[in-house]
């Protein structure tokens, strides 16, 4: 199998699609383009014209919602049980709050104003309500799907090209990929690493496989005198402590990794207890740059799965 592919910008990020036939690759870039589409009509927080923008000022009485939208909020609601809260789609207030109010090429450093910690009694995740196409979310709460909407995407559109066009399918958006199809001899070859500089690991990654990264170092800025990142914490509303330069993980699905790498940069010293539970493998590099790997994460230039 020859593995060719392509990369374009969207979302503030990389998507890559690559494809074990070379014919196969206009078609399987199609294909990911209108999803991304579908998906960023849905939910995109930082487009005034997306369905999820227009449902702010009418959601609190319960809107009718299109099949994608409704679909992308279970996913996000499922991550949150999954992981207790850990992963909360309701903090969008609190991402306008540190600063991440558009698309992050535009976010700029504002030293001005210091961020206040957002603190709820009941998580607002557990009073959103969603059932037969409509939606219902708590007045003065703001939805953000961001993450577990782009793992979501990569996994969609590995799931249909690969079915559709009968080759290898990876793809990958911003760091969450998803494997579908006959993988190429030897695996797909995929190079974990945050940051040109830190820690790298060679992995090979067979057909059915999710990886996905997360970041306090990637997504950065200033506000009020402080660095912040795009990783929040439910419980503060403020970026998590940076216990962790990132967390790799690797699980059957894009959006079940990314759940997990997520949950392990918010709950910090305790995330190795958290992916020990989950059985996944994991690699997480600390704020020295020291390398944890747990759950049979390969060393580095070995297999992952």
């Known amino acids: 199998m020859s593995v060719t592919g392509r990369a374009w910008q969207v979302w503030s990020t990389t998507a890559e699609v690559l494809v074990t036939d070379p014919a196969a690759l206009d078609e399987a870039c199609a294909i990911a383009a209108e999803r ?5 009509d849905a939910c995109d927080r930082f487009r005034a014209d997306s369905e999820l923008s227009g449902l702010r000022d009418r959601a609190a009485a319960g809107a009718a919602v299109s099949p994608v939208l409704e679909y992308l909020v279970a996913v996000a609601l499922d991550a949150a049980r999954a992981t207790g809260g850990l992963v909360d789609p309701t903090l969008g ?14 976010v700029q450093d504002e030293d001005g104003r210091p961020v206040k910690a957002v603190t709820t009694r009941l998580p607002a995740w557990r009073r959103i309500r969603l059932a037969d196409g409509r939606l ?22 590995a799931d249909v090209a690969a079915a559709a066009l009968g080759c290898g399918v990876l793809v990958n958006l911003g760091g969450d990929l998803a494997t579908r199809g006959p993988a190429p001899a030897g695996g797909w070859q995929v190079t974990v690493q945050d940051l040109p500089g830190d820690p790298a690991c060679q992995v090979s990654l067979g057909s059915g496989w999710g990886l996905a990264t997360s ?10 005198g402080e660095t912040m990142h795009h990783v929040l914490d439910p419980r503060t509303g403020r970026p998590a402590p940076p216990v962790w330069r990132s967390v790799s993980v690797a699980a059957p699905t894009a959006v079940a990794a990314n759940t997990l790498t997520t949950a392990a940069i918010v709950d910090g010293a305790r995330a190795l207890a958290l992916l020990q539970r989950h059985g996944r493998p994991a690699r997480l590099v600390d704020a020295a740059g020291g390398v944890l790997r747990v759950c049979g994460w390969p060393d580095d230039r070995a297999e992952a799965a």
């Open 215 to 224: 970041s306090t170092r990637r997504r950065t800025w200033r506000r009020g």
């Open 136 to 157: 219902t979310v708590p007045d003065g709460v703001e939805l953000d799907l961001g993450a577990t909407a782009k793992a979501r995407t990569a996994d969609a559109v």
């Open 93 to 106: 207030r609190a991402m306008r709050e540190v600063g991440y109010d558009r698309d992050l090429r535009l």
């Open 36 to 40: 991304i589409r579908l998906v960023g």
